[in-house]
């Protein structure tokens, strides 16, 4: 409203004279003509002219730092006000030519020395700062100085005892432990993404009750509804009840997303790791969770477009879970088993124009003329086989191509309805296209 502005333009104006004064009589670096500078500066905020306010809280941050010393608690107070008005305004606010992301992570790196100095290297708001240090370096995809500022994070948040020492799960740790598994899947550090996608897991696990427990008791506040459920039994860990949230913190809506991310990247280290039988428990519940995601995100038959239409992402996750574990099955030589994975995937890949044709379906066609081959079926591998070396050929990989080699040897195997054919090589030597 224009008299709130005008309200506050003369707040602005009255501070303006005091800083004069206080600028004359205890000098422009003095604490107190600091503290109306910073107070000028949320003025300015609520009158949304926040280039103003940048310029004069920064101003505010070079006198403190003068003053008192770079690691003081009124230096860091100002810098964390200066990173607010950055996160909600950095596009209107960054230097011409300054990403806004690379403007807040210069500012929470200076924050860090004076927190960690007024509150110590274990603390909460430590642990903040530097779990979203984390995320914009994960934005830029730097993961070496993503991966260390979470794992900076954890520490701040007492981890492994957090849950101890603050009185119950802080919902960022979580978060960052589900963060680190996917940085660490990315940069295939398998020993590490067990370690770490065990204790993401855990976490998952301990929290899911109370998430979904906040999420219902929010909706039933503002529905006024009442609940019915048992809160004794709901409860299996108390979640820290924190106002300040970071970027990647999991909430009751991006739980199921979190822990198929987690699933799967411990699925994938087992594999590596030639730890079968557990990549298959792994695989086996992201791929039923997998399902449940896909089915829930399906329209009703009357909404459903062409099968000219993209597939929806939700499939394509399915469709991974499905030749992921297929690849498991197979890996233990359950032929039969891992037809079972692989059929179902190749008709979901088969049902849209737009991936019917691709290298991932000519994968899946590859590794099912493989299994029938095993099973000395030897018409159908021959199906699958020719289709599979079409569809290398309509998408334009080199006939001379070791995988395009397999294919055409296995085909010969197949052609020859020889049952004492020499045995053709483990699957483990087979490179699938994914």
Not at 41 to 59: C, H, L, T
Not at 239 to 256: E, R
Not at 341 to 347: G, I, Q, S, V, Y
Request: hydrophobic residues 35%; proline residues 4%.
């Amino acid at each position: 409203p224009a008299s709130r502005n005008k309200a506050l333009t003369a707040a602005v104006i009255t501070l303006q004279q005091a800083l004069k004064w206080e600028t004359e009589s205890l000098g422009s670096t003095h604490p107190v003509a600091a503290n109306t500078l910073i107070q000028m500066g949320k003025y300015y905020y609520e009158m949304r002219e926040y280039d103003e306010a940048v310029s004069v809280i920064r101003q505010a941050i070079r006198n403190l730092q003068n003053a008192l010393g770079k690691n003081h608690p009124q230096v860091c107070k100002a810098i964390l006000l200066l990173a607010s008005i950055y996160e909600r305004h950095g596009l209107n606010v960054s230097p011409e030519g300054v990403d806004k992301d690379e403007a807040l992570l210069e500012i929470y790196v200076d924050a860090l020395d004076p927190l960690k100095t007024s509150l110590g290297e274990v603390h909460p708001e430590v642990g903040l700062v530097y779990t979203k240090i984390g995320y914009l370096y994960g934005k830029k995809r730097d993961l070496g100085l993503s991966l260390l500022a979470y794992k900076a994070a954890l520490k701040a948040y007492g981890e492994p005892t957090s849950t101890t020492l603050l009185g119950g799960m802080h919902p960022e740790v979580l978060s960052v432990w589900v963060r680190v598994t996917e940085h660490l899947h990315s940069m295939k550090n398998w020993g590490e993404v067990l370690v770490a996608g065990e204790r993401a897991l855990f976490f998952l696990r301990l929290a899911k009750k109370s998430l979904f427990r906040e999420a219902e008791l929010y909706t039933n506040h503002y529905s006024g509804a009442s609940s019915t459920s048992d809160t004794a039994s709901v409860n299996s860990i108390s979640i820290v009840k924190t106002s300040k949230k970071s970027p990647i913190q999991i909430t009751s809506g991006t739980y199921y997303s979190a822990l198929y991310t987690t699933l799967s990247s411990l699925a994938q280290a087992h594999i590596t790791l030639k730890n079968y039988q557990l990549a298959r428990d792994a695989c086996q519940e992201s791929l039923q969770l997998g399902w449940e995601i896909a089915l829930s995100s399906q329209p009703d038959d009357k909404s459903k477009g062409s099968n000219h239409e993209p597939l929806d992402p939700a499939l394509h996750q399915l469709i991974r879970s499905l030749k992921r574990l297929g690849k498991v099955i197979l890996l233990q030589k359950h032929y039969n088993d891992a037809l079972e994975c692989f059929l179902p995937c190749l008709e979901l890949l088969r049902s849209s124009k737009t991936t019917e044709s691709t290298l991932d379906t000519a994968s899946v066609l590859g590794s099912l003329g493989f299994l029938y081959l095993k099973l000395k079926k030897f018409n159908e591998s021959s199906n699958f086989l020719r289709e599979c070396l079409r569809l290398y050929r309509k998408n334009g990989v080199d006939a001379n191509d070791r995988e395009t080699n397999k294919i055409k040897a296995w085909l010969e195997m197949a052609e020859s309805r020889e049952e004492d054919f020499e045995e053709p090589p483990t699957f483990l030597e087979i490179p699938i296209v994914i």
